[in-house]
């Protein structure tokens, strides 16, 4: 509501006419009481009229159409020509026509602006009706008062006219300057409006251009944590690349990487097993490292039926999560949410595998890249170290039984000496002969002879890597089985049978069958003899012994053989 519109302050406050009416009838009561002349039924009457259009105003001020706007303009024009009307018959009193005419006059302020919305051709006919109620009163009072009243009573009227129409010019006149400043700040706030708009606008860009320039950063930051484990997982490879670039020991690949896999991305489990006889290795080969003791257990009894499985395709999803991780009885209770099973492939076939687990479902969310560059750098490992096992093998070995030639054994024998020595553990060397071999070539042909020897050379070699030792052709028909950490009673109960299933063994060639013997000279350190460096010397003579004294047996080295042999 505009402080200077009047029209509105009387519609939404309406006390401005009830102070009117009260006025009046406090007027009429006192002066009723002040003036014993005063008629007291035109006093009733008046007070009356008042309280009538009191109430009236009230009626219609409570409604708010435009219907109770014109009631309410009628009201006032009503309220305007019956207060003319009581001045015709009031008694002529000055004081009384002047308080009358101040009544009236802000009663046809009111008449005036009531609804008039400032309307120029509006206000000018409304100003020239309100002057119609003064001259009507004149006109009827003129006959009935004497030249000075009449001259006060116009005076009065006079300037009642001209205080109503310049209170009414100065209301309108504050209204257009309102108007005109409120149609200036509604510019200025539409102006602002639009600023404010555009403001919003470049706010909600700016928000946008912070959203988008937050989420670089957590991409940023995303790959910048990407890139520093691409480096630490090249770093680790090139590490692992150099170190079995330096070894062609398969095992202590195997192991590195492991350690490496386990160091950049530590898993709760990670195996690496290789087949037999994939790197001349006579027995599978296989690394575990687990949180779980018990898992790791159970894996290592299990680990032959799950590579079995990988061979045959049984496992061909690379990825196993939740529920399927526990068809693998090795996961047991652990809380492994999540299992990679990785064949390792060489010239098409599957030769080992890569298990890697871990209790983080989202573990594998890179894949698999990382195990199978890993797996490719074995898989190169393998090839070299097997081309270099090969080469080095046919120079170890003897061509014709491949077990080790006489020239490695010195390495092997000087190597199993410095362990026993250094861990006051027995060493046991066995040098035996086969008895008559001359008349077996002789009866049978070279060719049976080598067959023979072949024989001889396996049952050597069979009993060698039962217990822990090396076999070696020492000569044309002579052969050494060393047993390190065996004393003189384990040796002689390994090469006792062992000599009995070489006489058992027949060897057939060209629809003959040949039967052997053996005579096998045994000596011992440190029980029988005390310098490690004469043991081969010493169960050569023992074997001579034999071989003199009937052949086909057992003989331990003692100290009477120096006597006897000499």
């Avoid at 470049?202 to 991409?219: G, H, P, T, W």
Wanted: aromatic residues 12%; glycine residues 4%.
């Amino acid at each position: 509501m505009s402080k200077f519109d009047l029209s509105n302050f009387i519609k939404n406050k309406h006390l401005y006419n009830r102070l009117i009416y009260i006025l009046m009838i406090l007027f009429a009561v006192l002066y009723r009481v002040t003036n014993e002349y005063t008629n007291t039924v035109l006093t009733v009457l008046f007070c009356i009229v008042v309280l009538a259009f009191a109430i009236a105003d009230e009626i219609i001020n409570k409604r708010d159409d435009e219907k109770s706007k014109k009631t309410v303009l009628i009201l006032r024009w009503v309220q305007i020509y019956a207060f003319a009307a009581i001045e015709i018959f009031v008694p002529h009193n000055i004081m009384l026509f002047a308080v009358i005419t101040f009544f009236s006059t802000i009663l046809c302020v009111q008449g005036i602006l009531q609804h008039a919305d400032y309307d120029t051709y509006v206000l000018t006919v409304r100003k020239i009706f309100s002057v119609f109620p003064y001259v009507i009163v004149i006109l009827f009072l003129s006959s009935k008062m004497h030249d000075m009243q009449m001259v006060f009573y116009v005076l009065f009227k006079f300037i009642a006219v001209i205080s109503s129409f310049y209170i009414v010019d100065m209301y309108t006149d504050l209204y257009k300057r309102y108007k005109e400043k409120n149609s200036k700040l509604m510019i200025e706030n539409s102006h602002f409006e639009d600023v404010n708009a555009k403001l919003m606008e470049y706010q909600d860009k700016m928000q946008l251009v912070n959203e988008q320039i937050n989420f670089q950063k957590i991409e940023l930051t995303r790959s910048y944590r990407d890139l520093e484990e691409a480096n630490i997982e090249i770093e680790s490879q090139t590490e692992v690349m150099k170190y079995m670039a330096s070894t062609f020991d398969v095992l202590k690949c195997m192991s590195v990487i492991v350690d490496s896999i386990n160091e950049v991305k530590k898993p709760r489990l990670c195996v690496m097993y290789v087949d037999r006889n994939v790197y001349m290795n006579p027995e599978p080969s296989c690394i575990v490292k687990s949180n779980y003791t018990e898992m790791q257990q159970r894996l290592k009894k299990d680990i032959d039926e799950i590579f079995k499985n990988v061979k045959d395709g049984v496992y061909k999803t690379n990825l196993f999560y939740e529920d399927e991780v526990k068809q693998f009885k090795f996961v047991g209770d652990t809380n492994l949410s999540t299992l990679a099973v990785m064949p390792m492939i060489n010239d098409n076939e599957i030769y080992g595998m890569m298990i890697v687990g871990s209790n983080q479902s989202d573990f594998f969310e890179k894949g698999l890249i990382y195990y199978e560059t890993c797996i490719v750098q074995f898989n190169v490992s393998v090839k070299s170290a097997l081309l270099y096992l090969k080469t080095e093998d046919m120079a170890r070995k003897d061509g014709l039984t491949g077990i080790y030639n006489r020239v490695y054994f010195k390495e092997l024998f000087d190597r199993a000496k410095e362990e026993v020595e250094k861990s006051n553990e027995p060493l046991s060397v066995a040098l035996f002969d086969i008895d008559k071999f001359k008349l077996v070539n002789d009866t049978y042909g070279h060719i049976a002879g080598d067959n023979v020897i072949k024989m001889v050379a396996s049952v050597d070699d069979k009993y060698a890597r039962k217990h822990g030792g090396f076999a070696c052709r020492y000569g044309g028909e002579e052969f050494l089985l060393v047993l390190p950490g065996k004393d003189e009673k384990e040796a002689m109960d390994i090469l006792e049978v062992m000599h009995e299933e070489i006489k058992s063994t027949v060897v057939s060639f060209d629809g003959s069958d040949i039967s052997v013997n053996v005579c096998i000279g045994l000596s011992v350190y440190p029980s029988i003899c005390k310098d490690a460096n004469l043991l081969v010397s010493r169960a050569d003579k023992a074997m001579y012994y034999g071989k003199k004294n009937g052949r086909g047996r057992l003989v331990i080295d003692n100290d009477e053989l120096d006597k006897l042999v000499d």
